[in-house]
């Protein structure tokens, strides 16, 4: 049986400052309960939530120190937030407020990670903090959770020494961050599809870590997009797979590709997303590859229903 990940501890409020924020910070309750809408008491056994938030000791295999310590000033915080007001928060407010949600949700990350080595699939609703440099933090997201969730399998032994790990990432933002984490680990494999024209497209450094890059321009169709994907997700796999074990698969499902997304600024539709994740993760699945579905960006008022259109299809799937 598939297992979701969340916590209420994830959704994130600062006395209305959110809503300075294009980024709708309490996405994840709502996804949340148009799921218990859905499965109603069937969803009880699927539900896992984080046992606390992710703690210092634990950042600090995938941060630098220099780092963690720079998050207690607000101004860096704010400045990594993309949300200025957040500089003049007093420290005890802001960590309280937006950095413990998000340290719960990197959590989270983790023990979904876990999960889908248990159970083949898991999503966590939250995290994808694909921008998280170990040595700093940007575009809304602070820590790297997708980096902390490999170390702590490999640590635990649940991957294996040589197992490799395929990494997902249809976020319309180039994933820089994890591109910086994984820079000289050989056994972790990048296929990221983009918008090449927006942030971060100065990160070059970071392009050329990703193994199979898609990049595409303002203008691309659904059908294009899903052309597209169809031809060169089974080939990245496959390629992948053909002289080692793939212990993890990570699908990071960003929503903000949607057609009215103010940061994504592609084309895709509701119907189009939810046939883009459906592919993605059966693509994984049936190659017997355990996925963890992770939901990354999203900057419109509906991403929370993308979200849960897609993770309700995908629950059926896994549940048959």
Not at 20 to 24: A, C, E, G, S, Y
Not at 197 to 207: F, G, V, W
Not at 236 to 241: P, R, Y
């Given at each position: 049986m598939p297992r979701v990940v969340y916590s209420r501890h994830y959704n994130i409020g600062f006395y209305g400052l959110e809503r300075?924020?294009?980024?709708?910070s309490k996405k994840y309750g709502r996804a949340w309960r148009c799921l218990k809408d859905h499965f109603g008491a069937s969803l009880r056994p699927m539900w896992i939530r984080p046992e606390r938030p992710a703690c210092n000791d634990e950042l600090l295999a995938v941060h630098t120190p220099e780092y963690l310590e720079k998050l207690r000033k607000p101004r860096n915080v704010a400045w990594a937030l993309e949300l200025p007001p957040v500089r003049f928060l007093p420290r005890w407010v802001l960590d309280r407020h937006v950095l413990k949600p998000m340290r719960w949700a990197t959590a989270g990350t983790v023990t979904a990670a876990r999960a889908a080595i248990e159970h083949g699939f898991a999503v966590n609703l939250g995290g994808?903090?694909?921008?998280?440099k170990p040595s700093g933090g940007e575009g809304f997201c602070i820590y790297s959770d997708i980096a902390l969730a490999v170390h702590s399998l490999r640590t635990e032994g649940l991957l294996a020494e040589d197992d490799r790990i395929a990494y997902v990432d249809l976020d319309a933002h180039q994933g820089n961050g994890v591109c910086h984490a994984f820079k000289r680990d050989k056994r972790f494999f990048i296929l990221d599809m983009y918008n090449s024209?927006?942030?971060?497209?100065?990160?070059?450094?970071?392009?050329d870590r990703i193994d199979c890059g898609i990049p595409l321009t303002s203008d691309c169709h659904p059908e294009d997009y899903l052309r597209e994907l169809q031809e060169r997700?089974?080939?990245?796999?496959?390629?992948?797979?053909?002289?080692?074990?793939?212990?993890?698969?990570?699908?990071?499902a960003g929503t903000d590709v949607y057609k009215d997304d103010p940061l994504g600024m592609l084309n895709m539709t509701a119907a189009s997303i939810l046939e883009r994740d459906l592919f993605v993760v059966s693509e994984l699945r049936r190659r017997g590859i355990p996925t963890v579905m992770l939901l990354s960006g999203g900057y419109t008022k509906?991403?929370?229903k993308l979200v849960a259109d897609s993770v309700i299809r995908i629950l059926e799937m896994e549940s048959k």
């Open positions: 300075l924020h294009p980024f709708d994808g903090y694909h921008h998280a024209l927006i942030y971060p497209s100065h990160d070059t450094e970071a392009r997700l089974p080939v990245f796999v496959d390629s992948v797979s053909q002289s080692a074990k793939v212990g993890l698969a990570i699908y990071n509906v991403s929370y």
